[in-house]
């Protein structure tokens, strides 16, 4: 770790900390980006977990929304689709995003915004390119791709590990489960950050750009589905939706809204679940030895950093009926948050919660993948990612050292890196 790093976080969580708690409980709410770019969330949620963990803002940037903030809470909200439906969207809209959509174009759904049994079909003509048997096919070519990329890597020389690893990992798995052109396989990241950055503050600048470059998004993967719908099935995402009984009658519309899940969901959260164990290990030298002493704890850090992470900070549904919960009454048609970056950080649940303990004696009890139906489909092809790389990593690599704070997202759902500056010392 870079001379000065701990004296640098040491004094920005405590500047974070007085202004979590010189606000107003009233005016206290989490979904400002800025405080996910800055990494000043945590004393928010830890008020809001001890003081109000059912919490309400009669407004903000994204309208009014309630805070659900303790594991146990989310997991209840999580777990009940009949009081708390995804179909009118899962995450927090910005006003200012909300004219995005052309009001001339019809309107689709993605899976993980439907409820049953809608969800339920969708979902199961996709699982099984995610099945364990799918995925211990796809096992060699990662750990190949992994090992080339490492090798690749410079030593003794500071780079980007955001873009030459995390980046480069994931985008290639993803071009692989769509059979997207390999070549190509850069505007999957492109397409990925563009949905998931605020205008001005990713690749695009408003919302007329956004607009035009989902466009050139969903009119590829519409020139994809015509050669897949046309041909013989094939294992792909693609080939599995345009010839399932249940999907290939679908609106393209709903076609490209699960476009757009599928990018999100297979690039951006296990790239910043891999930048965030080389983070995670710099910020705790002490778990750093311990995984070079002992590389069996892999896949036991592997689901800590998940937990340590938590690279989609919220999951959000909308109340169908009035419901009391926790002492306050939710209305029907009010927007729940499920702050899972929160829950992770439940010390009622999970003991020592803001330490990273790579040897925990339950490292799996996070909530990252949610609960219930909607729980993430692609959890065991993040993990799978996240431990090949590391067992390439110690293969190659006694050290990464972090340079500096990276540059986070400005963003309240991913909750990732736009760049982290490394160098490796020595390769072995």
Not at 51 to 68: L, Q
Not at 166 to 189: D, G, H, V
Not at 231 to 240: F, H, N, Q, R
Not at 280 to 307: C, F, G, H, W
């Amino acid at each position: 770790m870079a001379d000065g790093y701990v004296d640098v976080l040491r004094d920005k969580r405590e500047a974070a900390r007085k202004a979590a708690y010189e606000t107003p409980l009233e005016e206290l709410h989490p979904a400002r980006a800025s405080l996910f770019r800055d990494d000043a969330m945590w004393p928010v949620f830890a008020r809001l977990r001890a003081e109000s963990p059912i919490h309400y803002t009669p407004d903000s940037n994204y309208g009014a929304y309630w805070s659900i903030t303790r594991y146990n809470d989310i997991l209840a909200v999580d777990s009940n689709h009949q009081v708390f439906s995804s179909a009118k969207g899962i995450t927090l809209t910005p006003k200012a995003a909300q004219g995005f959509r052309d009001p001339n174009a019809p309107s689709g759904a993605n899976f993980i915004a439907m409820d049953p049994p809608r969800h339920d079909v969708q979902r199961k003509t996709v699982s099984p390119a995610l099945s364990p048997m799918a995925l211990s096919v796809m096992a060699p070519l990662i750990r190949e791709r992994a090992g080339l990329i490492l090798d690749s890597l410079p030593v003794g020389e500071e780079f980007d590990w955001v873009d030459l690893v995390s980046k480069e990992l994931t985008t290639m798995t993803l071009a692989t489960l769509f059979n997207f052109p390999f070549e190509e396989r850069r505007k999957l990241t492109f397409w990925s950050d563009t949905m998931t950055s605020p205008p001005g503050h990713g690749p695009v600048a408003d919302i007329a750009e956004l607009r035009k470059v989902m466009g050139e998004c969903f009119s590829y993967f519409t020139g994809l589905w015509n050669e897949r719908v046309n041909a013989e099935p094939t294992g792909d995402l693609i080939s599995m939706l345009a010839h399932g009984e249940e999907t290939r009658h679908m609106s393209m519309a709903d076609f490209h809204a699960n476009v757009a899940l599928l990018i999100i969901g297979g690039n951006d959260t296990t790239r910043n679940t891999i930048s965030g164990s080389v983070l995670a290990l710099n910020q705790n030298p002490d778990q750093y030895a311990k995984l070079r002493a002992n590389p069996d704890l892999i896949p036991s850090m592997v689901s800590e950093t998940i937990r340590w992470q938590t690279p989609l900070a919220h999951m959000a549904r909308t109340a169908t009926q009035d419901f009391e919960m926790g002492g306050k009454t939710i209305k029907e048609g009010d927007k729940v948050v499920m702050w899972y970056v929160s829950g992770n950080r439940d010390d009622t649940v999970i003991e020592n919660p803001d330490a990273y303990i790579i040897d925990r004696p339950r490292p799996r009890q996070h909530m990252s993948f949610g609960f219930g139906i909607h729980r993430c489909v692609g959890n065991r092809l993040a993990e799978l990612q996240l431990t090949i790389i590391w067992e390439e990593i110690m293969k190659r690599f006694p050290d990464i050292q972090v340079l500096a704070e990276p540059k986070r997202s400005y963003s309240i759902f991913v909750k990732g890196y736009e760049d982290m500056r490394v160098v490796l010392p020595t390769r072995l």
